[in-house]
């Protein structure tokens, strides 16, 4: 069964203080890892999509990459609009567009 | 920017109503998705559907049912709604060739 483990569950940082998130999956075969951000009562709003390890994407203070285990989620010099909850999901090869997800990452950035 | 709506945004009712959720899209996706999302927990996949007058089951069991009479419209229905179908409900979208979903703001829905 697919699963996906994401830590820690939350994190604080202070404004400018990087660090990295982590998601720990298991799947028969990966066909593509996809990390959102989600405000409070609102709905996930897509960063990155990652189809194989050693792929790394970038934007703004957010970086992702991919091994065959894990992919981190690295925020460098955060800001307080970077709050929020970062989720990781997986789809498997021959699972028809499923994503498994994992239950996400609480950030709070303070100044 | 992903353009998927979803209402209301907000819905308390009682028990023992018929409600439906609406979600649209208007990006002509043809795969269309309704996720559950309990507080601090992951999402679950309760149906989708692959394109018009096809729709599947999710992992997740499910009371609601959905249909998919045009591209751009995928609504959820709970036929007789009950206090454990409190929760988040999150439509979503995607076009085939390309992997990633657009998630719309969803629906909280609370029955008393």
């Known amino acids: 069964e697919d699963q996906v483990t994401q830590s820690p569950e939350a994190l604080r940082l202070q404004e400018g203080e990087s660090s990295s998130l982590n998601c720990s999956y298991t799947v028969s075969g990966l066909r593509g890892l996809f990390w959102y951000r989600q405000d409070p009562g609102k709905g996930p709003e897509f960063l990155f999509t990652?189809?194989?390890a050693g792929e790394e994407k970038e934007k703004e203070r957010l970086k992702a990459t991919l091994t065959k285990k894990e992919s981190f989620l690295h925020i460098t010099a955060p800001k307080p609009e970077d709050s929020a909850t970062y989720l990781c999901a997986v789809q498997a090869t021959g699972t028809a567009s499923k994503l498994t997800f994992g239950t996400g990452t609480r950030l709070q950035v303070t100044l | 920017e992903a353009d998927i709506y979803q209402t209301p945004r907000y819905l308390v009712i009682g028990t023992g109503k018929k409600i439906t959720l609406e979600c649209s899209q208007t990006m002509g996706h043809d795969k269309m998705y309704w996720y559950q999302q309990d507080p601090g927990m992951e999402l679950h996949l309760i149906h989708y559907?692959?394109?018009?007058?096809?729709?599947e089951k999710g992992d997740l069991s499910s009371e609601s049912t959905v249909s998919r009479i045009r591209t751009e419209h995928f609504p959820l229905t709970l036929e007789s709604a009950r206090p454990s179908h409190t929760s988040q409900y999150l439509c979503a979208s995607r076009v085939t060739g390309v992997e990633t979903q657009y998630f719309g703001p969803g629906t909280r829905l609370l029955v008393l």
């Open positions: 559907s692959y394109g018009v007058n096809s729709t």
């Open positions: 990652l189809y194989s």
